[in-house]
Structures are given as structure tokens and as C-alpha cells.
């Protein structure tokens, strides 16, 4: 079975290490930040990006046109597999860009992320980028990260207690149901948006109208485009059940690639993170997972968050060259950098939840 490994200390997470990552305050992540910058990993990879980006919409422009040409058949079904994987493709596209991995201009940015997630997956960027910096600036924390915000799933004790119906239930069993819950989330991911840009509630006062037309505009257009694409190759029974496998499997996959970085790690509350600045509020709370070029490949380089957490603008294919970086210089505060391998980091994700929903089941 593959081993977690912690550096400076053995075994898994569980308190805030006393001493100096501790007491640290944000200079503790200034010279590896100097490092990192000296190294040119910071520098854009502006070729790298637009070759993946080609390959990507190659890809799918192949999958669409093999629907098309095979036809309204239930052979056709197989190939929401290839299109569920290069959508996911297409969301770790839009997240690089809505850290301006991919170009330091926010226009650029902007644009490829419009494209990647409202154009071709339905997602409003506004929303994702709203949710997904509060999870950065607060990556696990019970009272800022939406991330862990209770929900459907919860990922701590005190937010589970007192919940009863169909939410107690789903708490008490969360751990088994957590695999086939994430089956809904590209679904989730289009409902949330839609009702970000179109709800009665304003988006956020930053926004214009004109931004928001723009991406409503989009929203609209990919629905009605994937609406036609399935009609066009499918007959309307054939549509629905690609639709449903292909959303199922994009939602499994999304949720297989994010499940591992936080879930089980630190969870500062407002009173345990008052003295930790930059480095010790990324690196206690997230968790890598060791791997080669396909892990790399089928996570999107989220494999390497502790590294994308410490620099959400770093390139993707510069997070495994700064790893080693990282881990040298936690090791030297003796500060715990949390690694593992894949099957691994969902046993222990699983386990949390487990946890969580201990005290629900004990009092059935």
C-alpha cells in the first residue's frame, strides 16, 4: 500500500506543529519566494499553454466529429469517456487562466478562461473565480473556505452536529456516497453558474453589466450548442443518455482530481491560524500526491498543491520543478510537507469523512 510521507514528522496531520513553524510570519516563504523567482519559475510558458490548448481543442473537434459521423447509434455512447476526459482538460485550462498562469495580462486571461469555461464547459468564470481565490486565501478553513462551507457533504464534527433528515443521512453515510455524489458535480457546476449570472441576487458590484451579458451570452451559447451537437448525431433518447454518462463521468473525474488536496488535512478555525502567515496556511492544510507524467497528466498538475498553493500564478509545468524546492525548505523549518500516493490520499480523504459522521451513526 503506498506510504504517506511527512517530512520532520511521521504519520498524518493532526495539530499545529509548536516551534518555529509556529511562530513563523510570512518572511518564512520570503526566500523561497526569491528562489523560485531567480530559477525563472515564475515566467509564463506561453508556448507550453498554447500547445495544450491546440491539442485540447483538436481533441474535442475529433471527439464531435466522430458523434456526427457514426451516427444516431449506442455505439456512439463510448465516446462520452474521451469527451468527458478532455472537458476536464478544458477546466484545469480555465482554472491556470483564472490564476494568470497561462499570461500575465488580465484581458488574456480573461478571454481563454471565458472560452474554456463558459464557452465550452457552461461555467461562469465569475463564480468560479469568486469561490476558488476565498479557497485560496483560506485554503480549509471552517468559517472562510467555501470549500469546506457545509453542504450536501460536510468535512467537519462540529458542522455535523445536529443534522437530521436527508442531510443526517446523507452525513452518516457520506464516505461511501462521496464517489457517487461527485457524479452530479458537472451538472452542479452549470446549475451554479446559471444561477450566479441569471439570479434575481446581483452577482458581485464589481461586475458590469456588459461582463455579465458577455458571460450569460456564453452560458446560453454553450448550452444551446451541446443541445444541437447531441441532436444532430443522436437520436433524442440516445442524447439524454450520452448527456447523463458524459456529465457523470466529467463530474467523477473533477471530483477525483480535487478530492485528495485538502480533505483530512489541517482545519484552522479562526484561532489556531492567528500566528501563521503565507507558508504555514498553505502547506499544513494541503496535500501532495506522488506520481509521474500520467498522474501529472490526469490531475491537471493539481497533484503538486502544496506547490500551487505557495504560487497559484506558477505555470503547471514548473510545479514539479519547484517541488523539491519546497519540501528543503519545510524540512530546514521542520515544518510537516504531506505527500502520498493516489489511492492512498483517497483512503485517508474517505476516513475523515468517516469521522465526521462517527457521532451521527453512534446515535442511531
Known amino acids: 500500500m503506498p506510504q504517506t510521507t511527512v517530512i520532520a514528522r511521521v504519520g498524518a496531520p493532526q495539530s499545529p506543529p509548536s516551534g518555529p513553524a509556529t511562530r513563523a510570519a510570512g518572511s ?25 490548448m491546440a491539442v485540447n481543442g483538436l481533441a474535442l473537434a475529433a471527439i464531435a466529429t466522430g458523434m456526427v459521423l457514426m451516427g444516431p447509434s449506442w455505439w456512439t455512447l463510448p465516446l462520452a469517456v474521451p469527451l468527458a476526459l478532455f472537458s476536464a482538460r478544458t477546466a484545469f485550462i480555465a482554472h491556470d487562466a483564472g490564476h494568470a498562469q497561462i499570461s500575465p495580462h488580465r484581458r488574456t486571461s480573461r478571454l481563454i478562461q471565458l472560452v474554456h469555461g463558459n464557452l465550452l464547459l457552461g461555467m461562469s ?34 458542522h455535523a452536529v445536529g443534522r437530521m433528515g436527508i442531510r443526517g443521512w446523507l452525513t452518516r453515510h457520506q464516505a461511501v456516497l462521496f464517489f457517487p455524489l461527485t457524479t452530479l458535480e458537472g451538472l452542479a457546476l452549470k446549475v451554479y453558474g446559471f444561477r450566479h449570472v441569471f439570479g434575481r441576487r446581483p452577482v458581485h458590484r464589481r461586475v458590469s453589466l456588459g461582463a455579465r451579458t458577455v458571460e450569460g451570452g456564453l452560458l446560453v451559447l454553450h448550452a444551446a450548442g ?68 500520467l498522474t501529472d497528466w490526469f490531475l491537471g498538475g493539481l497533484n503538486y498543491q502544496i ?13 514539479r520543478l519547484v517541488r523539491p524546492l519546497v519540501r528543503a525548505h519545510c524540512r530546514g523549518l521542520g515544518m510537516p510537507y504531506t505527500e502520498t500516493g493516489l489511492i492512498d490520499s483517497y483512503r485517508q480523504a474517505l476516513g475523515h469523512m468517516q469521522t465526521v459522521g462517527e457521532a451521527l451513526r453512534a446515535g442511531e
Open 226 to 293: 451541446y443541445t444541437a451537437l447531441l441532436l444532430a448525431a443522436l437520436a433524442p433518447l440516445q442524447a439524454l443518455a450520452f448527456a447523463l454518462l458524459h456529465q457523470m463521468l466529467l463530474g467523477l473525474h473533477l471530483g477525483m482530481a480535487f478530492a485528495p488536496n485538502h480533505k483530512g488535512m489541517e482545519m484552522p478555525d479562526g484561532t489556531h491560524d492567528r500566528d501563521w502567515g503565507h507558508l504555514q496556511r498553505q502547506v499544513l492544510t494541503s496535500r501532495n500526491i506522488r506520481g509521474g507524467m
Open 307 to 319: 506547490e500551487h498553493h505557495l504560487f497559484p500564478s506558477m505555470p503547471r509545468p514548473h510545479l
Open 28 to 52: 518564512d516563504f520570503a526566500p523561497l519566494l526569491r528562489t523560485a523567482k531567480q530559477e525563472g519559475l515564475l515566467d509564463r510558458r506561453t508556448g507550453w499553454y498554447a500547445r495544450t
Open 125 to 158: 468564470q465569475d463564480w468560479w473565480n469568486d469561490k476558488h481565490n476565498r479557497h485560496h486565501a483560506n485554503p480549509n478553513h471552517l468559517d472562510k473556505d467555501p470549500d469546506v462551507a457545509p453542504d450536501v457533504l460536510v468535512f467537519s464534527e462540529e
